[in-house]
């Protein structure tokens, strides 16, 4: 088992960069694939990035390709999710979820409390 927790939201202007870190507890992180998902108001929960055990792949929804970046460091229990040109739409509860490497909402286990962040316009 592993909690997660996320950090880093807050209020950003549109073109900004921000650094959103999930951290874990826990010896198994690194058996378990990473993916953040995020909701906006009155939306459903979508996916964003996912990364896998080692790090060695990652996959991006289309709107966040080449804008966001998913990494990991193992040792010290931690995966970063980077995006830059951010823009209004990004705006939501960003989640980490740890689990099998996936889009799919339901391939995850275990989910922190979310992070908020607004990107104004």
């Known amino acids: 088992q592993v909690q997660l927790m996320e950090s880093g939201g807050g209020l950003v202007q549109a073109g900004g960069s921000l650094r959103l870190s999930c951290a874990a507890s826990?010896?198994?992180?690194?058996?378990?694939?990473i993916g953040w998902f995020r909701q906006a108001p009155g939306k459903e929960r979508e996916f964003v990035a996912a990364?896998?055990?080692?790090?060695?792949?990652?996959s991006y929804a289309d709107s966040v390709e080449g804008r966001f970046t998913i990494s990991r460091d193992n040792a010290k229990n931690t995966v970063y999710l980077q995006m830059n040109s951010l823009k209004p739409e990004d705006t939501g509860v960003y989640y980490c979820?740890?689990?099998?490497?996936?889009?799919?909402?339901?391939?995850?286990?275990?989910w922190g409390q979310g992070t908020q962040f607004t990107v104004s316009s």
């Open positions: 979820g740890g689990g099998s490497y996936s889009t799919k909402l339901s391939r995850y286990y275990y």
């Open positions: 990364i896998t055990q080692s790090g060695g792949s990652t």
């Open positions: 826990g010896r198994t992180f690194s058996i378990y694939a």
